[in-house]
T-cell receptor, first 114, second 113 residues
Framework: NAGVTQTPKFQVLKTGQSMTLQCAQD?????MSWYRQDPGMGLRLIHY???????DQGEVPNGYNVSRSTTEDFPLRLLSAAPSQTSVYFC?????????????FGSGTQLSVL | DAKTTQPNSMESNEEEPVHLPCNHS???????IHWYRQLPSQGPEYVIH???SNVNNRMASLAIAEDRKSSTLILHRATLRDAAVYYC??????????????FGTGTRLTIIP
């Protein structure tokens, strides 16, 4: 099982550039989410989705856009990168239902904005 | 959101049990208690979760206080591979679509060979 796959693993951007961080899961999970982790800190929720066509903002959504056209994919878009967005980004998914509490995380994308 | 408090760091000898404490005095009746761990340069990994009763799985045990204001993650026999940052997290499982997990800074566990 591939689980949650994130690409790329590393990326360097210049201020103002745009890019999309990819996230795909092969477990047919309804719930997907994006977190960022800054050095020495815990994870903070950026955006999440409870199913295809449904997205909502998390704790730190500014500067990021998401869409969910399929169950499998949940890309995160940076429209105009800023140095404050330098961070490690994690995508996660979980199955539907109140008994399915387990989150599965990808291995992360390390992003540097110069 | 209910918050959790954990020690910043702990050390334990290899092959000995480890008890990682977590305080969550403002927990609500519908909050699940989760534990995740993060190894260096990896994404968080689910360890265990529970609501009211103690829980066991192949990785660890979760002991929940009777008043639910604290919990303890127990690693029965620590190995070097258990060295990680351990996060204690609360999640309100009743509110539809509530996906926010507040991770905090966790406890950095060091295993001494």
């Amino acid at each position: 099982n591939a689980g949650v796959t994130q690409t790329p693993k590393f990326q360097v951007l210049k201020t103002g550039q745009s890019m999309t961080l990819q996230c795909a899961q092969d477990m047919n999970h309804e719930y997907m989410s994006w977190y960022r982790q800054d050095p020495g800190m815990g994870l903070r929720l950026i955006h999440y989705s409870v199913g295809a066509g449904i997205t909502d903002q998390g704790e730190v959504p500014n500067g990021y856009n998401v869409s969910r056209s399929t169950t499998e994919d949940f890309p995160l878009r940076l429209l105009s990168a800023a140095p404050s967005q330098t961070s490690v980004y994690f995508c996660a998914s979980r199955a539907d239902g109140t008994l399915n509490e387990k989150l599965f995380f990808g291995s992360g994308t390390q992003l540097s904005v110069l | 959101d209910a918050k959790t408090t954990q020690p910043n760091s702990m050390e334990s000898n290899e092959e000995e049990p480890v008890h990682l404490p977590c305080n969550h005095s403002t927990i609500s009746g519908t909050d699940y208690i989760h534990w995740y761990r993060q190894l260096p340069s990896q994404g968080p990994e689910y360890v265990i979760h529970g609501l009211t009763s103690n829980v066991n799985n192949r990785m660890a045990s979760l002991a929940i206080a009777e008043d639910r204001k604290s919990s303890t993650l127990i690693l029965h026999r620590a190995t070097l591979r258990d060295a990680a940052v351990y996060y204690c997290i609360l999640r309100d499982a009743v509110n539809f679509g509530n996906e926010k997990l507040t991770f905090g800074t966790g406890t950095r566990l060091t295993i001494i060979p």
